[in-house]
């Protein structure tokens, strides 16, 4: 027996044929769940069948009734304990409702009987909504004149998810939200449309390459259009620690050559220069060797491209970068990593002044740094930055 949805509404009208059409009616018609609309005016029991009255305390518009809404629903629990199905699960569609994730549609996806109560005019009786919702749910920061098409949007997101409702599973398991990710974009025939091509990765034909290109698509989407996203993905992601190369080594700055190339990568990374009057900027970090930094450059194949430093007195890190030409490598991830690892006597090594929504507090939080306690609440633009994984073997 597959799913039940039932769609509580003073308008069946505009529900119905939704539920009827395309992939969803396919998938009725071929007994993979069942739908059913409900008129709330069925079950009042005024003479003008009247479902709606004046708000106690005034104001401008109309609320549902509790009766109407409490009997459909009694008359909705009846037929699916009369189909030997669990107790249904309650929803009311309101504007204030918890805001509705990809999250809620895989959590109501599991249900056997889904119940979705749609209000109109100015909402329904709180009441009834106590009595009976088990949650009330918004599908966006907007109001709508009524909850028929919050409940289609409920419905819709947790019918594709019923097995065999779309052809495959990938289908959906590759859309945007299921990982917490935005999806990648897409292109179709032809090869150029309007002298606009088709990236070239996706005709390659490999198909490793293509998976790579779209997650990294996938990310770069993320990371611009919706960062809180990403920030989640990122601290619930663990971002794997590329290996050093053979032609690699990080070494503990000394010499008057090394020193000359920190302060280079420090000027490309920051674009500081040195004015005719100004301090050299450059020599920044040479200073900051006298306040206990200990600085280590990195370089590949004898080329230095990177740089961090370390404070053994307090277990900071700081002071991490990485010449434009040799990012998108994983040289951050693999030089915070190596960081924290000089600070074997820190369990909490933490980085200052981290912007938010910049790519070093995505690298930190997919490193298990987390904000400290405190920091960002009030809207602070950089955060202390506290290194907080759990149950990590100790670091070698
Ligand atoms: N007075 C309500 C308020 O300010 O929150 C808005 C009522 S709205 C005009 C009428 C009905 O539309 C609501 O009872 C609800 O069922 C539905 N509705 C409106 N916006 C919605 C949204 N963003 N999500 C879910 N349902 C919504």
Not at 46 to 56: A, F, K, S, V
Not at 148 to 176: I, T
Request: with cysteine; proline share 7%; aromatic share 8%.
């Amino acid at each position: 027996m597959g799913m039940r949805v039932d769609i509580v509404t003073l308008f069946p009208e505009i529900c119905a044929p939704f539920l009827n059409t395309s992939i969803l009616g396919r998938a009725a018609d071929k007994g993979l769940f069942e739908a059913h609309c409900h008129q709330l005016r069925a079950y009042t029991t005024n003479r003008q069948n009247q479902t709606d009255d004046y708000p106690y305390g005034g104001g401008c518009g109309m609320v549902l009734y509790a009766q109407p809404i409490a009997d459909c629903l009694r008359a909705v629990a009846a037929q699916a304990a009369a189909q030997g199905r669990a107790k249904p699960h309650v929803v009311f569609m309101t504007a204030a409702g918890k805001p509705y994730t990809e999250e809620d549609a895989k959590r109501l996806a599991a249900c056997d009987d889904l119940v979705l109560v749609c209000g109109h005019y100015e909402g329904i009786d709180q009441r009834v909504i106590d009595a009976f919702g088990d949650e009330e749910l918004s599908i966006g920061d907007y109001v709508l004149t009524g909850g028929e098409l919050a409940s289609l949007v409920v419905a819709d997101s947790v019918l594709r998810l019923q097995p065999g409702v779309l052809a495959e599973e990938k289908g959906y398991q590759e859309e945007s939200y299921w990982d917490g990710l935005l999806e990648y974009p897409q292109y179709t025939r032809p090869e150029v449309w309007e002298g606009r091509a088709v990236p070239p990765t996706l005709l390659c034909g490999n198909h490793t390459k293509v998976d790579a290109w779209r997650a990294a698509q996938s990310r770069a989407r993320t990371r611009a259009r919706r960062p809180e996203l990403y920030e989640n993905w990122c601290a619930t992601h663990p971002a794997p620690i590329p290996r050093w190369k053979r032609a690699e080594s990080a070494r503990l700055v000394k010499t008057p050559a090394q020193w000359q190339a920190v302060a280079e990568i420090y000027r490309a990374c920051t674009g500081a220069d040195a004015g005719a009057d100004a301090p050299a900027p450059a020599a920044l970090p040479q200073e900051a060797q006298g306040q206990g930094w200990a600085f280590y450059l990195h370089e590949t194949a004898a080329n230095p491209d990177a740089v961090v430093a370390v404070r053994h007195a307090t277990g900071e890190i700081g002071w991490l970068y990485v010449q434009p030409a040799a990012r998108s490598q994983g040289l951050g991830r693999k030089l915070l990593d190596f960081a924290r690892k000089k600070l074997p006597e820190h369990p909490a090594p933490y980085l200052q002044g981290v912007g938010r929504h910049t790519a070093l507090y995505t690298l930190c939080l997919g490193m298990g740094y987390t904000p400290a306690p405190g920091d960002g609440l009030a809207g602070e633009c950089t955060l202390k930055m506290v290194y907080t994984r759990q149950n990590e073997t100790a670091p070698e």
